[in-house]
């Protein structure tokens, strides 16, 4: 706040499965005025959301916040909410030595489901690279698209209605909870930028499809839009299944299935998900391979 002193909060908040279209702007320095609105709103049945970025300049007359009100963040963030993610999701905290500052649980059942921030070592003030921040964390967890600057997430303690739809697939309305990191890691936005996957064993092994192997089946193009289509909310073991069996089709051996397949899984070129996708292809549609020395 020291840098913008004008700086306000946005709250929107909707009833269960109706549109976020409503929003209420408040002064940063005002919390109890804030506390007061969430809890009065939340009591009365709207599920309620707080811009995750610190908003500035003339307040929109209806609707909600955008771009253009971006002031300043001081966490990069994820979120997930599938089957799955919050195990993954550990997995990759541990493998890359990161830490949490404060992880909001908006649900248990039927499953985890997470919002993480993680503590910037100076603010940002400029909307590209909070995105840019944001994206790197989204390829590494393979987390939902909700990257953007102007983002809303759903306010820690409140209540979380289950929408009719949700509750046919087995939500219910539950307490969300905050839990604070009481040693958090603090990371720069190059060090967050450079967790994003790299891409030079999977654009080694395409290559190597392309030059040595049957020509049929999807091309490296295909096979790569399917690796990335991954990353979409619900569609790993789907997309993933679908270029596994591609590149089995194609010949390819078990060691460049894996490696290609290693920067979209949590367990590496070890993924059990993947070997098994893997196994399943092979007895399916062709031979095991090795690659030739």
């Not at 192997?213 to 679908?242: C, F, T, V, Y």
């Amino acid at each position: 706040m020291h840098g913008h002193p004008d700086g306000w909060i946005e709250i929107a908040y909707a009833r269960p499965g109706e549109p976020l279209n409503k929003s209420r702007i408040f002064p940063a320095h005002d919390l109890k005025e804030i506390i007061d609105f969430v809890t009065k709103v939340n009591a009365a049945g709207f599920n309620v959301y707080i811009g995750a970025a610190l908003r500035q300049g003339n307040r929109p007359l209806s609707g909600r916040a955008n771009k253009s009100h971006f002031a300043a963040a001081r966490y990069a963030w994820i979120e997930y909410d599938a089957a799955g993610d919050h195990e993954r999701v550990v997995a990759i905290c541990k493998a890359q030595r990161i830490e949490p500052a404060l992880m909001v649980v908006t649900g248990n059942t039927p499953y985890k489901r997470c919002h993480l921030y993680f503590q910037l070592a100076d603010a940002i003030s400029n909307s590209d690279e909070l995105k840019i921040t944001n994206a790197a964390l989204k390829e590494l967890f393979g987390s939902d698209h909700v990257d953007d600057p102007a983002r809303v997430l759903r306010v820690g303690g409140t209540v979380n209605y289950a929408s009719p739809a949700k509750v046919a697939r087995g939500y219910v309305t539950e307490v969300t909870t905050v839990h604070a990191n009481r040693r958090p890691g603090i990371y720069s936005v190059e060090a967050l930028c450079a967790l994003r996957p790299r891409r030079t064993e999977l654009d080694y092994f395409l290559a190597y499809g392309e030059a040595h192997l049957p020509k049929r089946g999807r091309n490296a193009d295909e096979l790569l839009a399917l690796l990335d289509a991954s990353r979409e909310p619900h569609q790993w073991w789907n997309s993933i299944r679908s270029a596994t069996a591609s590149m089995v089709g194609k010949g390819w051996p078990e060691q460049a299935v894996m490696f290609a397949c290693a920067p979209y899984a949590a367990g590496g070129i070890y993924d059990k998900d993947v070997q098994k996708l893997y196994d399943d292809a092979v007895a399916k549609f062709g031979k095991k391979l090795e690659v030739q020395s």
